[in-house]
């Protein structure tokens, strides 16, 4: 998988390789997406609540002795596989998230993910095994001061929800080397596993995430809710990428 925007476009990105942690695996590209507009909330939470939570194959990834959750909305665009023209495009996606590590590869587990393309939403949950749900969603951008809202409506969820309006505070910046910031974003796979508890992976590329701090009001925010942890600070470290 890549997330970028155009086949040349994705050419380019290939050639972006320095700030991998591993090298990009041989076997070609399959999927392309572009992600923008996005807020990455996280919060601290005690590693043995989240190692609870995820496959028992798959260990928790810590940042000095303490794991992350993070909420994460942005706009999805130009979703095509290789060789396809583009799927779904124009659609809100929001996923909740934390950091593993499994055989020595670090990279992201996705407790839910919501999207507001029904199709997409199906294609994803068959093709990654992934807990993807359908969400009435909306997304609204005055420059640089994003409105979002996401509303599950999906049958095999509880009715989980997202109210919140997000903005960069200033200049763009790149994580640097052991940073939280490089913890938290410069992941480049995700894992999951099968009903017998078979641990997939997901190869993903990606420039290096251009970071900007960010301010959030979230005025209704209950997708940590399925997981009931107990967050060691209320308020969330907040970083913006356009």
């Not at 998988?1 to 476009?9: C, N």
């Not at 990009?24 to 609540?49: E, N």
């Not at 909305?73 to 130009?78: C, G, I, Q, Y």
Request: with cysteine.
């Amino acid at each position: 998988m890549a997330l970028t925007t155009t086949l040349d476009d994705t050419g380019r990105l290939l050639c972006q390789v320095s700030h991998r942690p591993y090298e990009l695996p041989k076997r070609p590209w399959g999927m392309t997406q572009t992600w923008s507009k996005l807020l990455f909330a996280h919060w601290p939470v005690r590693a043995d609540q989240i190692q609870a939570l995820v496959p028992s194959r798959l260990t928790v990834d810590t940042f000095d002795g303490t794991a992350w959750v993070g909420v994460v909305p942005f706009a999805m665009n130009d979703v095509r596989f290789r060789y396809l023209s583009v799927l779904a495009s124009n659609f809100c996606e929001l996923n909740v998230r934390t950091y593993v590590s499994y055989k020595g590869r670090r990279g992201v587990f996705f407790f839910s993910l919501d999207a507001s393309n029904p199709f997409a939403v199906e294609v994803a949950r068959a093709a990654f095994r992934l807990s993807y749900f359908h969400s009435r969603m909306r997304i609204t951008a005055i420059k640089d001061n994003i409105d979002y809202k996401c509303e599950r409506r999906d049958w095999r969820s509880a009715p989980v929800g997202m109210d919140a309006s997000y903005g960069p505070t200033g200049a763009v910046q790149y994580s640097t080397k052991g940073s939280i910031e490089e913890f938290l974003t410069e992941r480049y796979c995700f894992f999951t596993s099968d009903r017998g508890g078979r641990v997939m992976s997901c190869d993903v590329h990606h420039a290096q995430w251009p970071l900007q701090p960010a301010a959030a009001e979230l005025r209704r925010n209950t997708m940590l809710e399925p997981l009931s942890l107990n967050l060691l600070k209320p308020e969330p470290l907040l970083h913006y990428s356009h």
